[in-house]
C-alpha cells in the first residue's frame, strides 16, 4: 500500500496545481471537441429559418444594416427571384425577454408586409413564454401577413394589436420589440436602396 503524503502546504500546493491543470486541459479539449459541432448547428439552424420565412427564393444575399437602436448590425438575408427583390428576412432580438434576450428571424415583403417570423433563441419559461414558438402554438402567426404601418407592434394591454400569450406578456412584449426593431432597421435598408 503507498504511504500517504504529509499534509504540507507544498504538497498541497502541488496537488491542487495537477488537479487545475488536468481540469483546464480537460474543459479545453471538450471546448475544442465542441465548437465546429455547435457553430454548425447554429448554422443550420439559421438556413431552416431563412427558409422558413421567406416565400421560394433562387438567390440570397446575405448584409448588414446599421440598426438604429444598437451599436451593432443587424443581419440581412435579401431573397431575389431573377433580378427583384421578393423578400428580407431580417436577423433581429430584443434585450426585453423575462429571461433575457429573445432572437427571431422576421421576414418583409417589399411593401414591408409581415411575410412570416421563426424563432432562433430565446431562454423563456417553458410552458408560458415559449409559446412564441412555432412547435408549441400558433401565437406568432397573428404577424403574418400585416404591415406595421397600420398594424400597432405593441401588445393590446400597452396599445397595441398583437394578442399577448397567456401570463406570458413580458415574452409577448420582447417577440414584439424584436420584430418593431426589425421593422425599423428594414425602413433604414428601403431609404438606402
Sequence with gaps: MAAKRESTF???LSTLLVIT???????????????EPIALAKQKKLEEAIRMVLPEFERLEAIKIKS???????????????DTVIGVAINTFSNKGFSGEVRIMVSFAPDG??????VLDHKETPGLGDKMQKNKSDWSNQFNGMNPVS?????????????????????????????QHAYDTFLTYQKEN
Design 10 to 12: 507544498v504538497n498541497m
Design 68 to 82: 438604429d437602436r444598437e451599436e451593432d448590425s443587424l443581419q440581412f438575408f435579401v431573397a431575389y427571384q431573377a
Design 21 to 35: 491543470l488536468v481540469a483546464a486541459f480537460t474543459l479545453g479539449s471538450v471546448y475544442n471537441l465542441t465548437k
Design 151 to 179: 398594424y400597432r407592434l405593441k401588445v393590446v394591454k400597452d396599445g397595441g394589436d398583437v394578442d399577448a400569450i397567456t401570463a406570458a406578456t413580458i415574452s409577448s412584449r420582447a417577440f414584439t420589440d424584436a420584430v
Design 113 to 118: 408586409t409581415i411575410y412570416n417570423t421563426s
